[in-house]
């Protein structure tokens, strides 16, 4: 398995602009996660979802953020307007739901910047 | 209260020496345990997962103490390799809800 695949790497934008970004789960895990880390606040849980279903997004700062995951292979998140204090590493993971291996699996990130 | 709190560090220590790291964590009721490594600009990855009975894989040793509520991880024989930021991480319930991730301890092995 390829392991869990964002995009893009890296992202420059504008303030105001919108912004989306794309993860690929690991085949056969029923969780997604999206999280932010930043030096000041470190790994911050946005939102996360089971098969498909958004089950907590207490974690999403603002309605300027969201997320979806219309199938089981694919999920975005989308900030829109992209405010500077966005600027952050955004990292999807998936794993198993299953008790023998909680264990999440982290995709490489995206490294937002807004201007 | 967070989660999970963890010394941020950074720890500096030299190559060969032994150097632990605890975290402590709120909910009596998390039942999953793992340390997390993340090189810089990359990535967290597993580490190891701990288990109640203690664990050890070649220089990691990984202890839970549930009574005091906190995790060990013991790295011997320090490598340059090591040097990294190590995540404290937890569930509260096997096989579902979120991780929840402390904001790590920061290692430098120097030469």
């Known amino acids: 398995d390829a392991g869990v695949i964002q995009s893009p790497r890296h992202e420059v934008t504008e303030m105001g602009q919108e912004v989306t970004l794309r993860c690929k789960p690991i085949s056969g895990h029923d969780y997604l996660f999206w999280y932010r880390q930043t030096m000041m606040r470190g790994l911050e849980l946005l939102i996360y979802?089971?098969?498909?279903?958004?089950?907590?997004d207490s974690g999403m700062p603002e309605d300027r953020f969201s997320a979806k995951m219309p199938n089981a292979s694919f999920s975005t998140l989308k900030i829109q307007p992209s405010e500077p204090r966005d600027s952050a590493v955004y990292f999807c993971?998936?794993?198993?739901?299953?008790?023998?291996?909680?264990?999440?699996?982290f995709g490489q990130g995206t490294r937002l910047t807004v201007v | 209260r967070k989660e999970v709190e963890q010394d941020p560090g950074p720890f500096n220590v030299p190559e060969g020496a032994t150097v632990a790291f605890n975290c402590t964590y709120s909910n009596s009721a998390s039942q999953s345990f793992f340390w997390y490594r993340q090189d810089c600009r990359k990535e967290p990855k597993l580490l190891m997962s701990?288990?109640?009975s203690g664990n050890e894989d070649g220089r990691f040793t990984a202890q839970l103490n549930r009574a005091s509520q906190y995790i060990s991880l013991l790295i011997r024989d320090s490598k340059l390799s090591d040097s990294a930021t190590y995540l404290c991480v937890l569930t509260h319930q096997t096989g579902a809800n979120n991780l929840f991730f402390g904001t790590g301890t920061r290692l430098t092995v120097i030469p």
């Open positions: 993971a998936s794993r198993w739901g299953g008790a023998s291996r909680p264990e999440a699996f």
């Open positions: 979802f089971n098969n498909n279903v958004p089950i907590d």
């Open positions: 701990v288990y109640s």
